[in-house]
């Protein structure tokens, strides 16, 4: 059984900053596509950010762009997601999710349905 464990949710004020972490088995973070999505309360589950070309580039949700930096360390099998400028519209678990690596070969798009392994998920709180 994969499994990936999100951390580093909480609760901060508008303008705040929150860095979450995703730790996956290494053969599941050399070997899968994984990226962050979010849902909000009330809405649909949303891509957030994964890496593509090989890890070269990166897509972001045009709602987060310029906000939010996606980064890895293989070293410790993590992914980093650091969110700046935070918003009360950020509000939502957020959560890391595993899939078939041709799904980072694409620059568009994080199709959730594709994505077959997720994590538990971790509480991001934003007042205003």
């Known amino acids: 059984q994969v499994e990936l464990v999100e951390s580093g949710g909480g609760s901060v004020q508008a303008g705040g900053s929150l860095r979450l972490s995703c730790e996956a088995p290494?053969?599941?973070?050399?070997?899968?596509?994984i990226g962050w999505f979010r849902q909000a309360p009330g809405k649909e589950r949303e891509g957030v950010a994964r890496?593509?070309?090989?890890?070269?580039?990166?897509y972001y949700d045009v709602a987060v762009k310029g906000r939010f930096t996606l980064s890895r360390d293989d070293a410790k099998h993590t992914l980093y997601l650091q969110m700046d400028s935070l918003k009360p519209e950020d509000t939502g678990t957020y959560y890391c999710?595993?899939?078939?690596?041709?799904?980072?070969?694409?620059?568009?798009?994080?199709?959730?349905?594709?994505?077959?392994?997720w994590g538990q998920g971790t509480q991001v709180i934003v007042s205003s």
């Open positions: 999710a595993a899939g078939p690596a041709d799904l980072c070969s694409s620059q568009f798009g994080m199709p959730q349905a594709s994505y077959n392994v």
């Open positions: 290494e053969y599941t973070f050399r070997r899968y596509c």
């Open positions: 890496f593509y070309f090989g890890g070269r580039l990166i």
